[in-house]
Antibody, heavy 117, light 111 residues
């Protein structure tokens, strides 16, 4: 079945770095654009980043631009999010999601990132 | 890009209907027919319920319906059931720069 499994979350100090991974299965990963979306504790959803199927196009929310980098390895069916210069306000559950046209149709279960000293 | 505006809460008795609004601008909801709705139970991942304003993915009950008028989209849940109690988020395509904007979320309670 179609599945997305995130990993790599954890506790990191302000200013630190973390790399999230998302393993895809059950569909042809290289055919789909992918997104990262986050949800701060008790808050709503916030779109973070987006990458095209061939990695030729990426885009970022203003809140993470210049600090986060999205990438993918189609040979490994994997999506990544490199997060640098982390701030307390980056604390959230991070979801990877498959993009179908202009909406997200399949979501992973999320991985938790906590930025705290 | 500001979040789309949803009411914080909505409620109804089993069997009744509840409608949730999602208000944006001409740069997102009003400008494109790419509004989607997600259901999220506590501690779970969001689940796609509606896409392209009013289309339902396979497996989503026809009790869920969507519509749009101007800058406001709506999700209606008819014949409320206990399992419909969840948070609901709207989302819209917002152009090639901002790509995606989400709503503030609505907690639906089945009384």
């Amino acid at each position: 079945q179609v599945q997305l499994v995130e990993s790599g979350g954890g506790l990191v100090k302000p200013g630190g770095s973390l790399r999230l991974s998302c393993a895809a299965s059950g569909f042809t990963f290289s055919d789909y654009y992918m997104s990262w979306i986050r949800q701060a504790p008790g808050k709503g959803l916030e779109w973070v980043s987006y990458i095209s199927s061939s990695s030729s196009y990426t885009n970022y929310a203003d809140s993470v631009k210049g600090r986060f980098t999205i990438s993918r390895d189609n040979a490994k069916n994997s999506l990544y999010l490199q997060m640098n210069s982390l701030r307390a306000e980056d604390t959230a559950v991070y979801y990877c999601a498959r993009v179908s046209s202009l909406w997200e149709d399949v979501w992973g279960q999320g991985t938790t990132v906590t930025v705290s000293s | 890009q500001s979040a789309l505006t949803q009411p914080p809460s909505a409620s109804g008795s089993p069997g009744q209907s509840v409608t949730i609004s999602c208000t944006g601008t001409s740069s997102d909801v009003g400008g494109y027919n790419y509004v989607s709705w997600y259901q999220q139970h506590p501690g779970k991942a969001p689940k796609l319920m509606i896409y392209e304003v009013s289309k339902r993915p396979s497996g989503v009950p026809d009790r869920f319906s969507g519509s749009k008028s101007g800058n406001t989209a709506s999700l209606t849940v008819s014949g409320l059931q206990a399992e419909d109690e969840a948070d609901y988020y709207c989302s819209s395509y917002a152009g090639s720069n901002n790509l995606r904007v989400f709503g503030t979320g609505t907690k639906v309670t089945v009384l």
